[in-house]
């Protein structure tokens, strides 16, 4: 038996999803020897993987329905990310043909089912966060005497920039003690988005929101989570929320939409983060149609911060420093020991076994 990982290595969130979860797995000793993974952007790696592949194996694919599943033996487990309530036939379709579903959230369970895919095919198996690298341990309060917002996501619609930079304006347009750091990301056209991004600053008037720019690893985001005051994820909605996550494992405190993908880590935390008030709303963004394409127009809904409710929060976690630094390292406390990598493989493997797809150990005392 080969237990085969598909996806790729990289600072993107599915890389890092995919590099931690491996890492973890091969911590297992019992499954070191049986682990095998194959870079999903290498056509010659797959065709290898496929040519090699037996009934025995187990097939892992971190990322959505493909069209190669049908030459691969074994079975096949399909995680399932997303951030529309609404999926496209041809997504339901193909993962209907793995032999089982992966989601990490309840909510996205529930999206599934609502859409068609029968519940006992789903499992929900949690992504995680690294507690050895994102910890509050290098954190102290308002270091510097500037007090720092900080948001990290790919400049896009989804995570809400408009909302952010009006709440943030509101509130914080005559604080010169107050900065809003911007980590934003380009995976798709860099330079139209980088120049996007600085106009749409420029357009503020403000000189106190400032753009981090570089392809920055996990290390390096740590030191930036550290340095910052407050973390702030006005978001439409999260397949997971992997940067939300780190910067609450860093003891930040925070404020979010409670919605979509992290619910499911949010849920452990009430009370101990500022939730952003929201409204259900239709997707209509053009980046989102592309790649999520609709045969019916309708693209399905997500959740849109209230501007207000944003810039209140924003203003309660900056006048209560000192509470919310306490509620956070809580926070932090119980997201570490809930949501590790350790703890996603856990999740994993009881799900191979229930499902019959990975055996159950054996074992037997001998008594002399």
Same mark, same amino acid.
């Given at each position: ?178 900065? =809003?750091?911007?980590? #934003? +990301?380009? &995976?798709?056209?860099?330079? %139209? @988005? ?6 749409? *600053? ?21 030191? =930036?989570?550290?340095? #910052? +005051?407050? &973390?702030?994820?006005?978001? %439409? @909605? ?6 939300? *996550? ?123």
């Amino acid at each position: 038996m080969k237990i085969n990982l598909f996806g790729q290595r990289s600072i993107l969130g599915g890389g890092v999803h995919f590099s931690f979860f491996a890492d973890a797995f091969r911590r297992y000793t019992v499954f070191n020897e049986t682990i095998e993974e194959w870079d999903v952007t290498n056509q010659a790696s797959l065709t290898k993987a496929a040519s090699q592949s037996s009934q025995d194996d187990i097939n892992i694919w971190f990322f959505g329905p493909n069209t190669v599943l049908s030459f691969f033996k074994g079975k096949n487990i399909i995680w399932a990310i997303f951030e529309s309530d609404l999926l496209p036939s041809y997504y339901i379709k193909g993962l209907l043909e793995a032999d089982l579903i992966w989601t990490p959230s309840n909510w996205a369970k529930g999206v599934l089912v609502a859409n068609g895919v029968p519940p006992e095919k789903i499992n929900v198996v949690p992504e995680g966060v690294d507690q050895n690298i994102f910890h509050p341990f290098a954190r102290s309060i308002n270091k510097s005497g500037c007090y720092s917002f900080l948001t990290v996501g790919k400049y896009e619609q989804r995570k809400g920039y408009d909302q952010l930079f009006q709440a943030f304006k509101k509130v914080f347009s005559k604080t010169t003690d107050v900065q =809003l750091l911007i980590k #934003a +990301d380009f &995976f798709i056209d860099d330079q %139209r @988005a980088s120049n996007q991004l600085k106009e749409q *600053i420029a357009k503020t008037g403000l000189n106190n929101i400032k753009v981090i720019s570089g392809a920055w690893n996990t290390k390096d985001l740590s030191v =930036l989570y550290s340095f #910052a +005051d407050g &973390f702030v994820l006005p978001s %439409r @909605a999260e397949g997971w929320g992997l940067t939300l *996550i780190e910067a609450i494992s860093c003891g930040l405190p925070t404020a979010t939409v409670n919605y979509s993908g992290q619910t499911e880590y949010l849920s452990k935390i009430t009370n101990l983060y500022l939730p952003i008030r929201h409204n259900i709303v239709p997707i209509e963004d053009p980046i989102f149609h592309s790649y999520w394409p609709s045969e019916s127009g309708d693209y399905g809904n997500w959740a849109e911060a209230d501007v207000d409710d944003l810039a209140q929060q924003m203003l309660t976690m900056y006048q209560t420093q000192a509470e919310w630094s306490e509620y956070a390292l809580k926070a932090s406390d119980i997201i570490r020991t809930q949501f590790n990598w350790s703890k996603a493989v856990d999740a994993a493997i009881e799900s191979l076994t229930s499902a019959q797809i990975l055996p159950r150990p054996e074992f037997s005392v001998f008594i002399p």
